[in-house]
Each structure stands twice: as structure tokens, then as C-alpha cells.
T-cell receptor, first 112, second 113 residues
């Protein structure tokens, strides 16, 4: 059974600091996705990582994928309050079903 | 990316009743997906809805409880039947993108009393 684990589950950090969210998964896959969810809102697609070594950056967020280690990271640089949200990673099952398995989510709170 | 709308955006329902949630996409798509997100939790896939065939349900979800219709390539409905407070969740529909990333509708927030 494919499992996707994120850590930490909750992260409280000060503005201006750096931190990394980790996403581990249990089976071979070379497609991984990161999403953002604001309270009471739906999910917004942040990054699509399609191969080993893929790195994508948008503003203060950078995502990477290591398929050999079955690990993706979401790095936050110089956090600002607007980044406060819940971040989910999801893995493509690659079984022709087009289904994704989601991690448990990391709730990020950026304090002034 | 597709533009997806859902109706209703939220509802408060009584135990034992049913609610039908509508999902409309602005382009034709082969697959549509229905997810449930319980309070403070991650997303769980309920079923995949293909046009012209029966929906495919994930383990733990059954058609009698969550009947799905897919009458055309831009529309689907999910019914939550015989509701109990445990059904209180956000229900999301989604469609796949070019790289199978999912694009989500705004969600339906359901509270069952």
C-alpha cells in the first residue's frame, strides 16, 4: 500500500526564518505534487515535480524531488506571514488510475 | 488549468437526509474525482467518475452511501445519503491536468446535525 508521510505536521516559525517540510513516500513514483490550502478554502497547486532531481521555485518556496530516496522537500526561505497555510504533498500512484495519494499535511504558522 | 465550480458551497443538514453536490467544469474531461476532507484531516479519495460508466469507489466507500452520476464530460454529482454527523466534511471534486496534477473545485462544506 502506498503511504505518504509528511513532517512536521505542525510548524510554527518566525518571520524571516528558513525551514524545510519533508515528504516521504513508500513506493516508486517519479511524480510528486505540492499543494497549499488556506483555512476554509480549497487546494491550490503549487509545484509539479516529474522526475528525479527536479527542482521548482516560486517566490520564497522551493520544492525538490529525490526519487531514489523517495523524498521530496519544500523549503521556505525568509518566511512571511502570508505563507501561513496547510501544505500537502501528493504522489501519483502510476498505476494508470490517475489517482493521487495525499500526505497528512503540514500546518504552517508564520509569526510576526 | 480547468475552472471548476461546486454547488452548494455549504449546507447544514439533518441526520437521515441526503444532499446532492454538483460539480461543473469549464472544459470536457474524461475523469473527475470526488474527495472527502474531514475536519483537520487530509484528503481521502471517495471515487473516480468516468462518463458513460459506473463510478469506481475506493475501499471504505460504497455506492449506496455515495451515489455518483456523470451524465456528460463537464458535469458530475455526488450524493451523500442517509447522513450522520460523521459525514460532516468538506467534499471536493477535482479533475486531472496535463501532468496528472489535480485541480480542485472550491469545495462543499457539509455539517450534519
Amino acid at each position: 500500500e502506498l503511504k505518504v508521510e509528511q513532517n512536521p505536521l505542525f510548524l510554527s516559525m518566525q518571520e524571516g526564518k528558513n525551514y524545510t517540510i519533508y515528504c516521504n513516500y513508500s513506493t516508486t513514483s517519479d511524480r510528486l505534487y505540492w499543494y497549499r490550502q488556506d483555512p476554509g478554502k480549497s487546494l491550490e497547486s503549487l509545484f509539479v515535480l516529474l522526475s528525479n532531481g527536479a527542482v521548482k521555485q516560486e517566490g520564497r518556496l522551493m520544492a525538490s524531488l529525490d526519487t531514489k530516496a523517495r523524498l521530496s522537500t519544500l523549503h521556505i526561505t525568509a518566511a512571511v506571514h502570508d505563507l501561513s497555510a496547510t501544505y500537502f504533498c501528493a504522489v501519483d500512484r502510476l498505476d494508470s488510475s490517475y489517482k493521487l495519494i495525499f500526505g497528512s499535511g503540514t500546518r504552517l504558522l508564520v509569526r510576526p | 488549468s480547468a475552472v471548476i465550480s461546486q454547488k452548494p458551497s455549504r449546507d447544514i443538514c439533518q441526520r437521515g437526509t441526503s444532499l446532492t453536490i454538483q460539480c461543473q467544469v469549464d472544459s470536457q474531461v474524461t475523469m473527475m474525482f470526488w474527495y472527502r476532507q474531514q475536519p483537520g484531516q487530509s484528503l481521502t479519495l471517495i471515487a473516480t467518475a468516468n462518463q458513460g460508466s459506473e463510478a469506481t469507489y475506493e475501499s471504505g466507500f460504497v455506492i449506496d452511501k455515495f451515489p455518483i452520476s456523470r451524465p456528460n464530460l463537464t458535469f458530475s454529482t455526488l450524493t451523500v445519503s442517509n447522513m450522520s454527523p460523521e459525514d460532516s466534511s468538506i467534499y471536493l471534486c477535482s479533475v486531472g491536468g496535463r501532468y496528472n496534477e489535480q485541480f480542485f473545485g472550491p469545495g462543499t462544506r457539509l455539517t450534519v446535525l
